[in-house]
């Protein structure tokens, strides 16, 4: 196990479509966290797992966003009706301690 | 609401030494965090202060003052690979580990 995997690293998509990202934590990590990016600011926390329960979710993340982690392994995240203003770089990170996430190489979406 | 101030941007000479220095207002502190990241990279972890004082780990050094809500990354004998975002983040008490990040410090080496 090398480290946390996100695919694809890249997504151009039409607005209005439907993306779906997938991250493959750390095998031990239990925790599992989405954050969004955008070009020079830091990561926005957008959801939170622990195992299977997604135990927290970001005002930030609308009713077009919904995220699984269906057996305590990968997650996806989901958007729906994709706006311009989702381009970002998604950013997925796994943890087992206080001390430090993890995080993927990340999914950068484009929205034409 | 939380408040997290880095620089935007740094020069520095290759060989030499900079700080990047990070103050926060936020609700409330339970370690602070610096991590790297490179251009169109995800972000990698640099180190942790939890306590008051300096962290050292080879050529990167990292300071925590809880009472003045201030940290510094200092980074020495500098080189051109260490050119890029510096992100300062602070984790909340009871936060599931949630991080709370600067926008970050953009560090450029010159020769």
């Known amino acids: 196990d090398t480290g946390v995997s996100q695919n694809p690293r890249h997504k151009i998509t039409k607005r209005g479509q439907n993306v779906t990202f997938r991250c493959d934590p750390i095998?031990?990590?239990?925790?599992l966290y989405w954050y969004r990016q955008t070009l020079g600011q830091g990561p926005e926390f957008l959801t939170y797992?622990?195992?299977?329960?997604?135990?927290?979710k970001s005002r930030l993340l609308s009713d077009r966003f919904s995220a699984e982690r269906p057996k305590g392994s990968f997650s996806t995240l989901e958007i729906q009706r994709t706006e311009q203003g989702d381009s970002a770089m998604y950013l997925c990170a796994s943890s087992d301690r206080a001390d430090g996430y993890t995080f993927g190489s990340g999914t950068r979406l484009t929205v034409v | 609401g939380q408040n997290i101030d880095q620089p935007t941007e740094m020069t520095a000479t290759e060989g030499a030494i900079v700080q990047i220095n990070c103050t926060y207002q936020?609700?409330?502190?339970?370690?602070l965090f610096w991590y790297q990241q490179h251009a169109g990279e995800a972000p990698t972890f640099l180190s942790y202060?939890?306590l008051d004082g300096l962290e050292e780990k080879g050529r990167f050094s990292s300071f925590l003052s809880r009472s003045k809500g201030y940290s510094y990354l200092l980074l020495k004998e500098l080189q051109m690979k260490d050119s890029a975002s510096y992100l300062c983040a602070v984790r909340l008490p009871d936060s599931n580990y949630q991080l709370i990040w600067g926008a970050g410090t953009k560090l450029i080496i010159k020769p």
């Open positions: 095998s031990e990590h239990n925790r």
């Open positions: 797992f622990q195992n299977e329960a997604q135990l927290e």
């Open positions: 202060n939890v």
């Open positions: 936020t609700s409330g502190f339970n370690g």
